[in-house]
Nanobody, 126 residues
């Protein structure tokens, strides 16, 4: 059974940094394409970042470019999302998602992914 478990969420002030983690089990980690999504109250789930298997190609939502960095640790079967200079509009539940084939578009859709974590809440407020 494939499991993705996120951790690292919290309540922070604007300008702070946070690192989210996603640990993958039940599937060969090196065969999974991983993305991070977020969903704010009353809004649709949207892609934040997406990385190919090799980790050499990463796409980011325009609003987070230069502030967020996705990385993967093959030794620990984990993916991280480093978030810097957080803003109130970054408040959302953050999900990691996996799929065993390349996503066929530059901006991933939730329907492109087969495996999901339950999410971790990130709240940015002064």
């Amino acid at each position: 059974q494939v499991q993705l478990v996120e951790s690292g969420g919290g309540l922070l002030q604007p300008g702070a940094s946070l690192r989210l983690s996603c640990v993958v089990s039940g599937f060969p980690f090196d065969s999974l394409y991983i993305g991070w999504f977020r969903q704010a109250p009353g809004k649709e789930r949207e892609a934040v970042s997406y990385m190919n298997i090799g980790g050499d190609i990463t796409h980011y939502k325009r609003a987070v470019r230069g502030r967020f960095t996705q990385s993967r640790d093959h030794a620990k079967n984990s993916v991280h999302l480093q978030m810097n200079n957080l803003k109130p509009e970054d408040t959302a539940v953050y999900f990691c998602a996996g799929v065993d084939r390349p996503v066929p578009r530059a901006i991933p859709l939730p329907s492109d992914f087969d495996y999901w974590g339950v999410g971790t809440q990130v709240t940015v407020s002064s």
